[in-house]
Structures are given as C-alpha cells and as structure tokens.
Nanobody
Framework: QVQLVESGGALVQAGGSLRISCAAS????????AGWFRQAPGKERRFVSIISRSGGSTDYADSVKGRFTISRDNAKNTMYLQMNSLKPEDTGVYYC????????????????WGQGTQVTVSS
C-alpha cells in the first residue's frame, strides 16, 4: 500500500502561480503511476493530469494544457503540480492519486487517494 499526502494549497489571485506537492510513503513510489484530480464545489471529482512511473509520459485535461505541469521525483517519493496562469475555475480540492495502472487512473478507477489540498483562485 501507498499513503499519499498533499500539501501546498493556498489562496492565489487569478493569473498567479502555485505548486502543490504529493508525498508518498509506505511503498516504493516508482512502482505507481500517479496523477491529480480536482473537485470544485458542488461538482464531481475530475481528472487533471497524470504521469507514468518513470515520469516519461504525461497527459493533461484540455482545460489545463499549457498552464499546468506535472512532474515527479521518485528519489524523494514526491509528485508535483506546477500551476501557472491560474483562473477562478481552477478552484477546488486537488487530490493526489496513485495506482499500478496508468489507464485505471485515466479512467478514474484509482486505488489510492490522498486527503486533498484546497486551491482557491480569486478573481
């Protein structure tokens, strides 16, 4: 099993930047594909980005392409999401996700979830 803890959420102004992190423990992080989802108030949790075990493959939701960058440091058991040009519609709780299957994450069928970190973008 792997435990995931997000950090770095904050209140930022529109157009600003923020980097959130996901620290993994309990198992070798490089054994898992990982990703980020977010849940806006009153809405379902939705896919944001994914990264393969080695970090060599990434993908993004259309709404964040060109603005967000996912990365990971397996030596530190940590994944990051760099968010630039933030918009009010990026507001939500951001969840870290991990699974041994890249495609299960894309499908939202994630085995391991973090507790979430709040990102609020003011207009």
């Amino acid at each position: 099993q792997v435990q995931l803890v997000e950090s770095g959420g904050a209140l930022v102004q529109a157009g600003g930047s923020l980097r959130i992190s996901c620290a993994a423990s309990g198992s070798t992080f490089s054994n898992y594909a990982a990703g980020w989802f977010r849940q806006a108030p009153g809405k379902e949790r939705r896919f944001v980005s994914i990264i393969s075990r080695s970090g060599g493959s990434t993908d993004y939701a259309d709404s964040v392409k060109g603005r967000f960058t996912i990365s990971r440091d397996n030596a530190k058991n940590t994944m990051y999401l760099q968010m630039n040009s933030l918009k009010p519609e990026d507001t939500g709780v951001y969840y870290c996700a991990a699974d041994d299957s890249y495609f299960k994450i894309l499908a939202g069928r994630v085995r391991y979830w973090g507790q979430g970190t709040q990102v609020t973008v003011s207009s």
